[in-house]
């Protein structure tokens, strides 16, 4: 049997605050159990302007990394009732980007929709590809897919 939520919750929490304080960084972390994941959302109360820049990194680049770390480590050989997915925030910028990838996304489906030409979105993360592929299931008209080689992998969005 695995762990329960709580636990899950909380080793998602601890393992973030350790890496925070190998860092060097003053920083908490709260957690909440959302839907389908949980939330560790790195107060920024305590922390420097510079510091939030680095923990970010260019187009959150950093925050997914440190996203990735921990849903890689939190689950390494963990049965698969012990796993868990975690989703690290800091400073509003998942709530943010969500925003940006919406409208992205809207705009992709008007653009396809008025010229029946297929839309390419660049520069988008693997995880930011897969929400925006969430979001566009809902239109039974269009189709998306991925093509090229990371780093220049790109998301389409065209008439099915």
């Not at 925050?63 to 963990?78: C, M």
């Not at 030409?117 to 993360?125: A, D, G, T």
């Not at 592929?133 to 990371?150: A, I, V, W």
Request: aromatic fraction near 6%; hydrophobic fraction near 35%.
């Amino acid at each position: 049997m695995g762990l329960p939520n709580e636990n899950l919750m909380e080793r998602g929490q601890q393992w973030l605050e350790e890496l925070l304080h190998l860092a060097r960084i003053s920083g908490s972390v709260s957690a909440e159990k959302q839907t389908d994941c949980y939330w560790l959302t790195i107060e920024p109360d305590n922390l420097r302007p510079e510091q939030l820049e680095i923990l970010i990194g260019p187009s959150g680049s950093a925050l997914d990394a440190i996203q990735y770390l921990a849903n890689a480590i939190l689950n390494l050989r963990q049965p698969s009732d012990s796993q868990a997915a975690y989703t690290i925030e800091l400073d509003g910028y998942r709530v943010r980007r969500e925003a940006q990838l919406k409208a992205m996304a809207e705009e992709a489906v008007r653009s396809v929709r008025e010229s029946g030409e297929e839309f390419e979105m660049k520069s988008l993360s693997s995880a930011e590809r897969r929400q925006v592929h969430t979001f566009l299931k809902e239109y039974e008209d269009l189709e998306t897919y991925s093509r090229g080689q990371e780093p220049n992998r790109r998301l389409v969005v065209r008439r099915r």
